[in-house]
């Protein structure tokens, strides 16, 4: 009957899963130190990892490395958590073993101090060496995950039972994890089918266990009520206003519903309240990013969509033209996991189910389509990737007969996929790194570009044209100044500038418009590319259907690389160009052995679905 624990994930699972990650360093330091002071029986904040490292570099141009250091100095007293996808630490794919070792290292060194591992299938060898290096190169708390799909109290859901998960935990408490994490991506774990799982953990293995939810369904505080009737240590909450929907069950309210038992820890509900006020103003500026979900659905026990995915998802349909076919794209996401054999989906697995039901959805394929004509199918890279083995191995195997569709002639390999990749030469990329990048970079900003090249690339050449731009105040970045507005900006503390808006000039013919401002009162001016005029319509030749000799882009997106030239004599299955779409690459390869006749559209296009890009003879 020991107090409950909490951790608070308003830093990082409540915003990626309600506002597609975007949170940005700005509006978390504006409370991090005083939070910390407030309720510093807090057990952890989770406040790093997943998807926030990439969309800080990609979308934010902010360093997270920055946003980590920044927390810790701000937060000194409370648990500092991350979520590190295992073997694809945190990225999408597998990365080599040494690279994943120092990235832990580093991320210890920099503030974290529990690290939430997980792999996206549940792959034990997914999950060993991150925990050794936890282990062997922190003095930080390795907490290892098995991830909760499907219902234990369902007898026809048999694949995902009480012994499959039980297994699970022993091996992970034998693997050496500290602690154990219940790690319930999508909101799946029912408030009875807790109670079996906790007590059956219970009475398997001895680490405290910590229960993350997300409350896409709205019936999470139930089962964390159950949970916490079956002795459970630490449950996940976001504070009230950034909680619920598909982010964590209400802190704020959770408090309240065990007090006066056994288990209430004390937090001072006022407190909590002005915390929820702060985030419910700041929210504000963020609603372009919000998912669109107003009430709690029953459908997530259908289509399995983790909550962190659930706001990605939309706008990436959007951005392939399916913006009024999400419907579809929700119900193609579950029958892609019944085609795929019924795997756990969390990111990266859950990314390639996505793919593919994009994918589906924009051919107009069904689940029998597939299997009829995936011979001539170009599946995405992320479906071929996943079939290879790149990020592991589910519980009981690919189906065979799909995986023989999706990678023809390729053989796919059943050890860890990080045994296939050459260790990093530290010495030798930090020299090549600071050639290219110059010296004023850091080991970290190594590290970055390492798990993600290109990104680093256009992250750094924002910083190189804009300087640091994670401190300009939120409302300013999102939707700049209007003319005669001024803003203020910290630039290190007691330091500041007033930056004032005076006017906006007429578009020259590069796109750019003469901005002139004051800067501390002086007038200064700057040239800045309007890309609103930059957007081009796309208008390509289209494919004839009744021709099949003509190649055309299967989804819209960018044409970011020919893999043939003009007269090239091509056998079938060669891959002949990829499509780039959000984050997701499309190999499209020959329909048979032919010769490439011409070619129609160069490197960097903007495509549509059935634009022509190559005739073959
Ligand atoms: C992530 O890997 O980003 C999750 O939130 C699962």
Redesign the pocket.
Known sequence: DKPIHYCDTTFR?AH??LLATRMRTFDLLKVAERYAKMHPQTFSMEVW???TFDVALRFLHEDPWERLAKIRAAVPNILLQM?I?GANGVGYKAYPDNLTERFVQQAWETGVDVFRI?D?LNWMPGMESCIGFVRNKTQGLAEASICYTGDILDPKRPKYNLDYYLRLAKQIEDAGAHILCI?D?AGLLKPYAATELIQGLRSTISLPIHLHTHDTSSLQAATYLKAVEADVDVIDVALGSLSGLTSQPNFNSIVEMLRGTPRHREFDQRSLNEFSNYWETVREYYYPFESGLKAGTSEVFQHEI?G?QYSNLRPQAAALGLGDKFEQVKQTFADVNQLFGDIVK???S?KVVGDMALFMVTNNLTTQDVLEKGESLSFPESVQSLFRGDIGQPEGGWPADLQKLILKDEKPFTDRPNEHLAPIDFDKEWAAFQTKFGPQTKFTDLLSYLLYPKVFEQYWAHVQQFGDVSLIPTRVFFYGLKPGEETIIDIARGKSVIVKLRSVGNVNDDGNRTVFFSFNGQTRNLEVRDRSVEVKTVRNQKIDKANPRQVGAPLQGMLSKVLVKDGEAVKRNTPLFIIEAMKMETTITAPDDSTVQSLHLGEGTLVNADDLVLTLA
Do not use: E, N, Y
């Open positions: 699972d990626q899963s990892g997943g998807a979520l996808r997980f996206s790690k991506m983790p962190g969390v990111t990266p859950s």
